[in-house]
């Protein structure tokens, strides 16, 4: 990670209070003190390679480390994977299809659970460039990520972590 990239990503952190300080903590699940789920198996090249090639072209190249590294923003808030709960924000687990502002257990805004949205490629990849443009009475206190590169290959990373396994 460059510098500027590092430097960008800890004054981002540092505005949003990394989560824990925003949001109404009524309003939001509480994690739960049971043992977190058992991470699942690391995909194999050949099932992230079929993940990929599920996504739209502008997503099939994309670079998994950097896609990886962006993630670190959305940690802080969100978890991944399959049964692991909701934090600040929902988790993440099976997004892909999924219509905005369902996972249960969470408190969405009414904005997001109204705006009949479908997370697709496309739609997260607006969305983490701009959740207010999107929807602009969200609950969510990021405030985007600029870089269109940096999009393409965290969108492509959240495909392949939050997606079970394809078959073959």
């Known amino acids: 990670m460059a510098d500027k990239d590092l430097l960008w990503l ?11 300080k925003g949001g109404n903590a ?4 509480v ?6 789920p058992p991470a ?19 997503y099939q190249h994309a670079d998994l480390d950097n896609g990886e590294a962006q993630l670190a923003v959305c ?16 988790n993440l687990w099976g997004v892909f299809g999924r219509k905005a502002g369902t996972e249960p257990g969470f408190a969405y805004s009414d904005g997001l659970k109204n705006s009949g949205i479908v997370w697709t490629a496309d739609t997260i990849d607006k969305w983490i460039a701009n959740p207010r443009a999107v929807a602009p009475a969200t609950k ?3 405030i985007g990520m600029p870089d269109p590169k940096n999009r393409t290959d965290l969108v492509a ?6 997606s079970p396994p394809p078959a073959g």
């Open 140 to 142: 969510m206190t990021y």
């Open 157 to 162: 990373y959240l495909k392949v972590i939050t």
């Open 40 to 58: 699942p198996a690391p995909l194999t090249d050949a099932q992230k390679k079929a993940a990929l090639a599920s996504l739209p072209a502008a």
């Open 31 to 36: 994690p739960s003190a049971a043992a977190p």
């Open 75 to 90: 940690k802080s808030c969100h978890t991944f994977a399959q049964g692991a709960g909701n934090m600040t924000g929902p």
């Open 26 to 29: 009524s309003e939001n699940e």
């Open 10 to 20: 800890v004054a981002l952190l540092a505005a949003l209070g990394a989560c824990s």
